[in-house]
């Protein structure tokens, strides 16, 4: 075969998989349509649980420092994230993302292919034979797997036969990057949609308008400064003076969710899997995180010790994910639009967050995601994230974070002298850190995947080789 793994896009998301692959040792094929990278592209949020995410991997110090966000709304009600000490967002550019993450994924083996593009594709019982397009003609690819992260329209999904299902208001959204502004910060709902005004704090601003259930012009025509100034109008009903314009981008949709998100050797992952309006959605994170779930699962089934089923849990799991990050939008959506039918319900809701518990849960609904893996009678810790805590370990100060850095699965033994058996038969792809007791963590031991999720806790020897083999496979008798 000519790679384990092909995958169709170049996007963060496509790129993350990539890396994630190669730190894992299974080399990839990124295959990506686009010859450069977007020039000036939007600045996205990561919120606190993805920093953890690129930190375990090195990656986050590679995109330089990042400016914090310290605000974040909900359908434009805005939540009060300095009562969350673990809840913030960095400020980043998916330019600056992409670029990162092609290096890296290049150092870690993958051959990324810009201006390249797949074109169809067919899949037997022992790989998927992949046909890409370029500019020095057509040639076939040969893998074992191949995963579409190429986007909202996604070919891969629909030559897949993978379905998506559509629902709710459609959107209109154009922002830009202007020179200078002649008006104040402004991010608010309007009659006629939502409008902001944001600086910068460069002397740059970002002004954009999102509307609901208008048609947006057809893709080919090209987003103007005069076409958001028309927008603005709309909205707001005011006239804005702006300097020169830096980048325009139009975006517009529909809410929707695929059906599934594996076909036989065929996945799907980020925008092929879920779209939806991006404002406070999240998108980024989300798709992130579908790729840091598929590609250990997709490395072990490429070095043969896959468990049953554990290809069919990347569904399972991220699908759980993509439903709420659409069913947050939608919420979104409906507390915004029509203005004069919701005012009353928004007044509701920011009263209601002024309850802690509220804010949490709005801040983090489609951030503090709930795998479907605890069993009755489980510690609440499984099925969720490992924190980032520090821990005093055997050969010194370290932390969860650290455990995590060599892409392993890692039991944490926190127990003081537990007997949790002979792990020696998974030596090969989970480490053992042993450390004093952790609070934060309150569990006298746990198993945590390579994507950071934690998989059992507690003190049972027999639970925990259970744990280990499904998660792990079998032990080896090497």
Not at 119 to 133: F, K, M
Not at 246 to 266: K, S
Not at 427 to 436: G, T
Request: charged residues 25%.
């Amino acid at each position: 075969m000519n790679y384990p793994v092909i995958i169709a896009g170049g996007g963060p998301v496509g790129l993350l998989l990539a890396f994630d692959l190669g730190r894992a040792g299974v080399p990839a094929v990124v295959l990506e349509e686009r010859v450069e990278h977007h020039a000036n592209e939007h600045v996205g949020t990561f919120h606190s649980r993805l920093v953890d995410v690129f930190t375990e991997r090195g990656l986050l110090d590679k995109l330089g420092e990042q400016p914090k966000w310290p605000a974040l709304h909900f359908g434009m009600v805005w939540l009060d994230l300095t009562k969350l000490e673990s809840e913030y967002n960095l400020l980043v550019s998916q330019t600056a993302i992409e670029r990162m993450l092609q290096a890296q994924a290049a150092e870690a083996g993958a051959d990324v292919r810009r201006g390249h593009t797949v074109t169809g594709y067919s899949q037997d019982d022992s790989g998927v034979t992949v046909q890409v397009r370029c500019a020095d003609g057509d040639y076939e690819l040969r893998g074992a797997y191949l995963v579409g992260c190429d986007g909202r329209d996604s070919l891969v999904r629909e030559l897949a036969g993978i379905g998506v299902s559509r629902r709710g208001k459609s959107w209109y959204g154009i922002l830009g990057d202007f020179a200078s502004y002649d008006g104040e910060f402004e991010a608010g709902v309007r009659a006629g949609g939502v409008f902001g005004a944001l600086p910068e704090g460069t002397g740059r601003w970002r002004l954009q308008t999102v509307e609901f259930d208008i048609q947006a012009p057809p893709e080919s025509v090209p987003p103007t400064s005069e076409e958001l100034m028309r927008n603005i109008k709309r909205v707001t009903g005011e006239d804005k003076k702006v300097g020169e314009p830096l980048w325009i981008r139009r975006y517009a949709g529909t809410t929707q969710l695929a059906e599934r998100y594996r076909e036989g050797r065929v996945f799907i992952a980020g925008e092929a899997a879920h779209h939806y309006v991006p404002t406070a959605s999240h998108g980024l994170n989300t798709g992130l995180g579908d790729a840091v779930n598929l590609a250990w699962k997709l490395a072990a089934a490429v070095k043969g010790w896959a468990p049953e089923g554990l290809l069919d849990s990347y569904h399972a799991e991220r699908h759980v994910a993509g439903f709420r990050a659409c069913q947050a939008a939608q919420a979104q959506m409906a507390l915004i639009h029509p203005l004069e039918k919701v005012e009353a319900l928004r007044e509701v809701v920011a009263d209601l967050v002024k309850i802690d518990e509220v804010n949490y849960r709005l801040a983090t609904w489609s951030t503090d995601i709930e795998y479907p893996v605890r069993a009755e009678g489980d510690l609440p810790i499984v099925g969720h994230r490992v924190p980032h805590v520090p821990l005093k370990t055997d050969c010194g100060d370290s932390g969860t974070g650290e455990a995590l850095a060599g892409g392993r699965g890692v039991v944490f033994d926190l127990s003081r002298g537990a007997q949790l058996g002979d792990l020696s038969g998974w030596q090969d792809r989970v480490d053992v850190v042993r450390a004093q007791p952790a609070e934060e963590l309150d569990a006298p031991a746990l198993l945590v995947r390579p994507d950071g999720w934690v998989v059992w806790a507690g003190d049972d020897a027999q639970g925990l080789a259970a744990a280990l083999t499904t998660w792990f496979g079998d032990p080896s008798t090497n």
